[in-house]
């Protein structure tokens, strides 16, 4: 299997020391289907895995599109969270669990170095996506509900580049993931922005329509009362 992969030469941004790291070929990568939330399922090996780099000789977990580090932040990381940090080397080939404990502590340094909230929701999706794989519902769940609070609070504060993620796929990820926590009310607002947002790519008002289709099927196994929800 190693020919799926090649070293990538990585500078952490904590220590400044230089490290290879696993990354997997793009040419190797076939992907089955994609969820509603961009959830990627692959036939063999999942490049996801390898996405974030943790550094051999810190511990630090971060990935290529993290801000460079204010000297603050330096020293905030190296006084008062890497030394704890209990994590074999990670720079070659991962399990699932491998994967996982990578993005765990990348969500931990995006936190606390206050990393761009995009940054910080989208690691907490991805460690959804890795609990779906592996069919660990109440752990999903946990992770879209920080997920989703924190891009509500991107959309409510316009703390976020449009150019980066625009209004209408911001819309529709929270939608999305309100409707997968089953909190039907919200995925009915949130689509509802979006169908009535002139300003939306027209695409994105069509993915959306067709997923609030899919929606409204499951409230109407799951309700007395589906006529409710029959709007938009």
């Not at 289907?33 to 051999?56: Q, R």
């Not at 779906?132 to 924190?150: G, M």
Request: aromatic letters at 12%; glycine letters at 4%; charged letters at 30%.
């Amino acid at each position: 299997m190693t020919e799926l992969f090649y070293d990538k030469s990585v500078t952490c941004i904590a220590c400044g020391q230089a490290f290879k790291t696993k990354r997997m070929r793009v040419n190797s990568v076939r992907i089955e289907k994609v969820d509603g939330d961009f959830c990627p399922h692959y036939t063999a090996e999942n490049p996801l895995y390898y996405d974030v780099n943790v550094c051999p000789h810190c511990k630090l977990a971060f990935t290529d599109n993290f801000s460079p580090l204010s000297l603050a932040n330096k020293e905030r990381l190296t006084q008062g969270y890497l030394h704890k940090i209990q994590v074999h080397d990670l720079c070659g080939e991962r399990t699932w669990q491998d994967a996982l404990r990578s993005y765990e502590l990348a969500l931990v340094t995006s936190q606390l170095v206050n990393e761009k909230m995009l940054m910080q929701a989208n690691l907490a999706l991805r460690i959804a996506w890795l609990y779906r794989y592996e069919h660990r519902s109440a752990d999903e769940q946990r992770f879209l509900r920080i997920a989703v609070d924190l891009y509500v609070k991107m959309y409510q504060e316009q703390n976020y580049d449009t150019e980066v993620m625009p209004d209408a796929k911001l819309m529709y990820i929270i939608a999305e993931l309100f409707g997968r926590l089953k909190e039907w009310n919200k995925t009915k607002v949130w689509f509802s922005h979006l169908f009535t947002d002139q300003t939306a790519d027209a695409k994105w008002r069509a993915r959306g329509r067709d997923r609030w289709l899919e929606f409204k099927a499951m409230i109407k196994e799951e309700t007395e009362d589906p006529d409710g929800y029959a709007g938009t």
